[in-house]
């Protein structure tokens, strides 16, 4: 089956996978240094998981889902974020993926994540945005107070 990730030639950072294929484990490089990224994928509902990116802080094994580190790697880690959710729902093929940011400026990243790899997730996924409560299809130049993805059915 060709996915719509075929051909496309994204900087990727590698990643580690735990054994429920729900934690994602990887290390963004740049002048901040080596900061291990942690996704996660914790079931909120009947097939629906909520997408969490943050940074493991090392002293506290805690992950700090807030901070901004600006390792100057940000699409890298956007592309790296892309993948995984393909991944992700290679396993789960139902799942819903739901992601919002901790604040605006947060879901203009992801925004702009999605727009980043737009042609490639729309192969593969419906996409919508939470706007007043209100679900839609995904545009481009909305600002959403949340998003949503699911695996196309083939």
Not at 53 to 75: A, H, P, W
Not at 78 to 88: E, M, N, P, S
């Amino acid at each position: 089956m060709k996915s719509g990730f075929d051909g496309m030639h994204l900087t990727l950072y590698p990643y580690i996978i735990d054994k429920n294929f729900r934690i994602y484990e990887f290390v963004s490089e740049g002048p901040a240094g080596m900061i291990r990224k942690i996704v996660r994928f914790d079931r909120i509902g009947p097939d629906i998981y909520n997408l969490s990116l943050g940074d493991l802080d090392e002293k506290t094994g805690k992950i700090n889902y807030s901070i901004v580190s600006d390792n100057k790697d940000r699409q890298k880690i956007l592309a790296t974020v892309a993948v995984i959710v393909h991944d992700f729902t290679m396993k789960y093929p139902q799942a819903w993926i739901f992601a919002r940011g901790r604040n605006k400026a947060r879901n203009r990243l992801y925004r702009m994540g999605i727009n980043s790899c737009l042609v490639f997730l729309e192969a593969e996924f419906d996409l919508y945005g939470i706007i007043n409560d209100k679900i839609e299809p995904f545009t481009s130049d909305q600002a959403y107070d949340s998003f949503l993805a699911k695996r196309k059915k083939n």
